[in-house]
Nanobody, 131 residues
Framework: QVQLVESGGGLVQAGGSLRLSCAAS????????MGWFRQAPGKEREFVAA????????YYADSVKGRFTISRDNAKNTVDLQMNTLKPEDTAVYYC????????????????????????WGQGTQVTVSS
């Protein structure tokens, strides 16, 4: 089992940057694929980014591609989301999530952006981008 705690949210002006961090408990962090999701008021939770350790792949939502970067440090049990060139539409609660990783490309392609595939979730951290 994995427990996740996010940090780093806050208020930033459009065009600015924030770095979110997710700290995971447990000794088997490297066996989990990690993802970031977000939920804006009145909207459904949506996928942002995901990173696998077993097959070394990363995947981004089109809306954040080129602006956000997901990274992980297995030695520290952390996964970060560097967010640059932030826009007001990036305003949301951001959640870190984990699911058992798989060496199968087919599994990665199917599950990488599916919130239902992630078994463990953090409590979320608020990101607000002002115009």
């Amino acid at each position: 089992q994995v427990q996740l705690v996010e940090s780093g949210g806050g208020l930033v002006q459009a065009g600015g940057s924030l770095r979110l961090s997710c700290a995971a408990s447990g000794r088997t962090f490297s066996s989990y694929a990690m993802g970031w999701f977000r939920q804006a008021p009145g909207k459904e939770r949506e996928f942002v980014a995901a990173k696998s350790w077993s097959i070394g792949l990363t995947y981004y939502a089109d809306s954040v591609k080129g602006r956000f970067t997901i990274s992980r440090d297995n030695a520290k049990n952390t996964v970060d989301l560097q967010m640059n060139t932030l826009k007001p539409e990036d305003t949301a609660v951001y959640y870190c999530a984990a699911r058992p990783d798989s060496p199968l490309i087919s599994k990665w392609n199917t599950a990488r952006s599916d919130s239902a595939a992630y078994a463990y979730w953090g409590q979320g951290t608020q990101v607000t981008v002002s115009s």
